[in-house]
């Protein structure tokens, strides 16, 4: 069983970029499917960035796709470097794993294991 740890949210203005980190204790992401999820209030919970595993490509969501890059460092920690970040990206965001390839869109459903979430805002 994995267990996962997020940091890196916070507050920034429009334009600006945030690096978003998750690390696993318990297990690597070797044979994991990994991805990255956000929920803004009164929406759900939706897939923005996901690998999953044995795939060398990535999937992203229309509405984060050339701004965002999920990324992990083969071991234990994953990534998500958002750019250009924009004030619809304001929300709770989550990584999440799961033992096994399980295709896209990155389905919340899919994923066994969840970070605490960490609150990303963007100002205009």
């Known amino acids: 069983q994995v267990h996962l740890v997020e940091s890196g949210g916070g507050s920034v203005q429009a334009g600006g970029s945030l690096r978003l980190s998750c690390a696993a204790s318990g297990d690597t992401y070797s044979g994991y499917s990994v991805g990255w999820f956000r929920q803004a209030p009164g929406k759900e919970r939706e897939g923005v960035a996901s690998?999953?595993?044995?795939?060398?490509?990535a999937y992203y969501a229309d509405s984060v796709k050339g701004r965002f890059t999920i990324q992990d460092n083969a071991q234990n920690t994953m990534y998500l470097q958002m750019n250009s970040l924009k004030p619809e990206d304001t929300a709770m965001y989550y990584c999440?794993?799961?033992?096994?390839?399980?295709?896209?869109?990155?389905?919340?459903?899919?994923?066994?294991?969840w970070g605490q979430g960490t609150q990303v805002t963007v100002s205009s």
């Open positions: 999440a794993a799961t033992l096994g390839w399980v295709g896209y869109p990155p389905f919340p459903w899919r994923y066994n294991y």
């Open positions: 690998i999953s595993a044995g795939d060398y490509r």
